[in-house]
């Protein structure tokens, strides 16, 4: 089984360039994500149940791929939020039906 590296970090991320350059010394596989490209530019899919000892499933990018059995580890390195690419999100409070019951406030996202 192949120990690959899932960095989730922002393209221009410098200080997980030199992460992901030291791994690439030592041979070690590494994907690398942004969260916020979650659609055309990066798209998963899990599943974990009964008879199944470890997540299963795939993680694409535009220029890698991988199992997600084969990730060894995650480096979470400040990401690109979703709004900062593609909107602003609001939230509000009054009667408007909340997508969590009793919280008494909903968000809206606008591009």
Known sequence: MT???LVLTALED???DLV???LNEREVPVVRADPADLGAGLSFGARIGA???AWGGRLVTGSREVELGEVAAVYYRRPTRWAARYGTCHRSSGTSPSPRPGTGSAASCTP
């Open 51 to 53: 008879g199944a000892p």
């Open 3 to 5: 120990s690959t590296v």
């Open 14 to 16: 410098v200080t997980a």
């Open 20 to 22: 992901i350059s030291a």
